[in-house]
């Protein structure tokens, strides 16, 4: 059974980046999207963005030119990088494996923004 | 952006009794939706992909119909384990979006 961890900092203070890592076990990372989706508190969900095992990645356009995915296939890892944040990016963070439809999603990690 | 609209927001039901949620894409997405169920503090379940397709281990009470913009998951029996919140979230355009949710409560 896939499970996937996020991990980070749970507090950034605005106008920096927010950096998460996602660790997979119970699977190889190859042959798969990785996603990652987030969540405001006591909102709905937005997709951020998805990397192929390979490295090619695909961004929402509304963040797009903050957001960074990478992947790293011996830790079995893959990271978001979102840089110049605000309060408006306080938020559960999940990662998740496949894309467009998660099938098997982290426990989420609460980020907040603020000074 | 396709902006997918959930009603109602709030549902309440007996346990035993159906439940009916509706979710209408703003242009048509074929069948490319999917359905989770999320509990307070934890993280989305897959129900439904495709509109109508279970996914793995999903009991049968839970389906789906619709195609273009109208869409709908029905609960055919809640069980005590069902009270959550719903999402409908379509994949036919990029980005994929998410509806606002529609909690479902016990009466």
């Known amino acids: 059974q896939v499970h996937l961890q996020a991990s980070g900092p749970g507090l950034v203070k605005p106008s920096e980046t927010l950096s998460l890592t996602c660790t997979v076990s119970?699977?190889?990372?190859?042959?798969?999207?990785w996603s990652w989706i987030r969540q405001p508190p006591g909102q709905g969900l937005e997709w951020i963005g998805y990397?192929?095992?390979?490295?090619?990645?695909h961004y929402n356009p509304s963040l797009q030119s903050r957001v960074t995915l990478s992947v790293d296939r011996s830790k079995n890892q893959f990271s978001l990088n979102l840089n110049s944040v605000t309060a408006a990016d306080t938020a559960v963070y999940y990662c998740?494996?496949?894309?467009?439809?998660?099938?098997?999603w982290g426990q989420g990690t609460l980020v907040t923004v603020s000074s | 952006e396709i902006v997918m609209t959930q009603s109602p927001v709030t549902l309440s039901v007996s346990p035993g009794e159906r439940a009916t949620l509706s979710c209408r894409a703003s242009?048509?997405?074929?069948?490319?939706v999917a359905w989770y169920q999320q509990k307070p503090g934890q993280s989305p379940r897959l129900l439904i992909r495709?509109?109508?397709t279970g996914a793995s281990g999903i009991p049968a009470r839970f389906s789906g119909s619709g195609s273009g913009t109208e869409f709908s998951l029905t609960i055919s029996s809640l069980q005590s384990e069902d009270f959550a919140v719903y999402y409908c979230?379509?994949?036919?355009?990029?980005?994929?979006?998410f509806g606002q949710g529609t909690k479902v409560e016990i009466k």
């Open positions: 990397i192929h095992y390979k490295g090619n990645t």
């Open positions: 119970g699977g190889s990372m190859n042959d798969n999207y």
């Open positions: 979230q379509q994949y036919n355009n990029w980005p994929p979006t």
């Open positions: 998740a494996r496949d894309s467009p439809v998660p099938n098997y």
């Open positions: 495709g509109a109508s």
């Open positions: 242009q048509s997405v074929s069948f490319n």
